[in-house]
């Protein structure tokens, strides 16, 4: 079945990259599938799930939740202020930290909860206007920000422009996270996980080349 496939080309790209196989974190990405997909990666014994609306997760994972242990989930989309609480509740991970006034929301629910899920800055290193996350010359300091605020900050998220070579983008990522002191690199999908993986990603957010595709036709 593709997770078994996606998890051996996984393992194939850590060991040429030279990295300890099972070093890569799958993020196997859930978002819009029908449940019975999902449930038959549960059943295969994979933890580690994304997903991108909160009202979305809200509503299938509970019930996952009561029926299989140890569910790791993370949100891969954007995250409005009014929802953080909920996201807290939901997920063990948010990858798309990416404004002031959410960590700061962030540090006041750690601090009343006692707990925060791990964080990922969200960076748009493609610059595009209609795209969520900081821009790189502006990472330096909103990490440290979010350092001041006490958040664990894991490492740095992007998504590449559609249209340009992935490899630059996840080269810069890296770049950017190293420079500030960061292991976690949250890149590559479906069909650039391999090359993201060679240029260190620790997570690798992968959904219709585990699933199938989203939308028919
Ligand atoms: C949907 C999504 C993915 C997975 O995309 P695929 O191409 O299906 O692997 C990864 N990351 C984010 C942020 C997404 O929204």
Do not use: Y
Request: glycine share 8%; with cysteine; hydrophobic share 45%.
């Amino acid at each position: 079945m593709a997770l078994q496939d996606i998890s051996e080309q996984i393992a194939k790209a850590e060991a040429a990259a030279g990295r300890p196989v099972g070093s890569v974190t799958l993020i196997a990405v859930s978002k819009v599938q029908p449940n019975a997909r999902v449930e038959a990666v549960l059943k295969e014994g994979h933890r580690c799930f994304g997903e991108n609306r909160v009202q979305e997760a809200a509503g299938k994972w509970p019930e996952f939740r009561a029926d299989f242990d140890g569910i790791d989930l993370h949100l891969i989309g954007p995250l409005q202020t009014n929802k953080a609480r909920q996201a807290f509740e939901l997920f063990q991970a948010i990858h798309s930290l990416d404004r002031p006034k959410l960590a700061k929301s962030f540090a006041r629910l750690a601090q009343e909860t006692g707990g925060c899920p791990a964080l990922f800055v969200q960076i748009n290193t493609g610059e595009e206007p209609q795209k969520a996350g900081v821009l790189p010359a502006e990472v330096d300091a909103f990490v440290a920000e979010c350092r001041a605020l006490d958040l664990p900050i894991k490492g740095l998220m992007c998504i590449p422009p559609i249209e340009e070579e992935a490899s630059l983008h996840f080269a810069l990522l890296a770049k950017i996270a190293e420079r500030n002191g960061l292991n976690g690199l949250s890149m590559g999908m479906s069909a650039d996980f391999e090359r993201a993986i060679a240029l260190g990603a620790t997570h690798v957010r992968v959904g219709s080349a585990i699933f199938g595709a989203r939308t028919p036709g």
